[in-house]
């Protein structure tokens, strides 16, 4: 079955740092991969989705990388910030089910501390 | 929109008792998941649907637990009888295209 592998339970950084999490998986290689943020108390926020035929998304201080050879990703948040600091998690689709996208592996995620 | 919507944030009862969790998902999405998350294990899927016929089921660990969706804007997840180990915090969450929303998440607490 397929497993997700988020390398460090915890990761702590310093502010204006960059602050890369990595995501491996094993088996088959999905379709595509998503990146959370969940902060306490609260229910995980989508932050990027990346197709397996990309290699590279951007979206301002964030960048993912999907390497299909290594079955990782990686997550960077440059010029991080205090605010930063949350678990985040990786996610692989499973599949395609009638047609539609199916469910979601969740990772256990890595939280980031971000010291000022 | 308000976002997916579940209810109660929290709840607290003795084993043995019947729970029942509820979710609203954002209208027009035709995907609702309940998931579970525990510090041991994280986030796992219990069940989703899609136009409110489940799809998998797979992880819905017993026979105790059982969800319905009864209509696109609506959907439970009955726990009966509850015991201590069914303690966690569990989220709905619902997707109309690649990402998922979710809820603010219901924190069980089973006595």
């Known amino acids: 079955s397929q497993k997700i592998e988020q390398n460090s339970e915890a990761l702590n950084i310093q502010e204006g740092k960059t602050a890369t999490l990595t995501c491996n998986y094993t088996?088959?290689?999905?379709?595509?991969l998503q990146w959370y943020r969940q902060d306490p108390g609260r229910g995980p926020v989508f932050l990027l989705l990346?197709?397996?035929?990309?290699k590279e998304k951007r979206k301002e201080r964030l960048k993912v990388t999907f390497d299909t050879t290594l079955k990782q990703s990686l997550f960077h948040i440059t010029a991080s910030q205090p605010a930063d600091s949350a678990t985040y998690l990786c996610?692989?689709?499973?599949?395609?089910?009638?047609?539609?996208?199916?469910?979601?592996?969740f990772g256990k995620g890595t939280k980031l501390s971000v010291k000022p | 929109d308000a976002g997916v919507i579940q209810s109660p944030r929290h709840e607290v009862t003795e084993m043995g008792q019947e729970v029942t969790l509820r979710c609203k998902p954002i209208?027009?999405?035709?995907?609702l998941f309940w998931y579970r998350q525990t510090m041991m294990r994280g986030l796992e899927l219990l069940i989703y649907?899609?136009?409110?016929?489940?799809?998998?089921d797979s992880g819905m660990p017993e026979d105790r637990f059982s969800a319905k969706m009864p209509n696109a804007s609506f959907s439970t997840l009955k726990i009966q009888p509850s015991e201590p180990r069914d303690s966690a915090v569990y989220f709905c969450?619902?997707?109309?295209?690649?990402?998922?929303?979710f809820g603010p998440g219901t924190r069980l607490t089973v006595t």
């Open positions: 969450a619902s997707r109309s295209q690649g990402e998922q929303y």
């Open positions: 209208s027009g999405h035709n995907s």
């Open positions: 649907f899609n136009n409110n016929v489940p799809i998998d």
């Open positions: 990346i197709r397996e035929n990309e």
């Open positions: 088996n088959y290689s999905p379709a595509y």
């Open positions: 996610a692989l689709v499973r599949g395609v089910v009638g047609g539609s996208q199916g469910n979601l592996i």
